[in-house]
Nanobody
Framework: QVQLVESGGGLVQAGGSLRLSCVAS????????MAWFRQAPGKEREVVAA????????YYADSVKGRFTISRDNAKNTVYLQMSSLKPEDTAVYYC???????????????????WGQGTQVTVSS
């Protein structure tokens, strides 16, 4: 069974930075694409960033492009989300997810992921 454990969330002022980490166990981490999603109160879960299994391909939502960076360390079974220039609208619970399919590509739809972390709260104050 796949387990994903996120860490690194917290309270930060607008303009600040945070780095989220997600450690995976239970299957061969390097075989699967990963992603970060977020869900704000009253809103649907949305993809923030996604990365292919080798780390060579990445995707970013327009709202975070140029501010967030997704990366992975397959030796450590860990995916990261470096967040900079944070805005109050980035406030949400952030989830990491592992793709359902072993493929070189990344996926941007939540239905393409079958394992989810418990979420970590990110709060950006103005």
């Amino acid at each position: 069974q796949v387990q994903l454990v996120e860490s690194g969330g917290g309270l930060v002022q607008a303009g600040g930075s945070l780095r989220l980490s997600c450690v995976a166990s239970g299957r061969t981490f390097s075989d699967y694409g990963m992603a970060w999603f977020r869900q704000a109160p009253g809103k649907e879960r949305e993809v923030v960033a996604a990365i292919g299994r080798s780390g060579g391909s990445t995707y970013y939502a327009d709202s975070v492009k140029g501010r967030f960076t997704i990366s992975r360390d397959n030796a450590k079974n860990t995916v990261y989300l470096q967040m900079s220039s944070l805005k109050p609208e980035d406030t949400a619970v952030y989830y990491c997810a592992s793709a359902s399919y072993s493929s070189t590509r990344y996926y941007t739809k939540s239905g393409s992921y079958d394992a989810w972390g418990q979420g970590t709260q990110v709060t950006v104050s103005s």
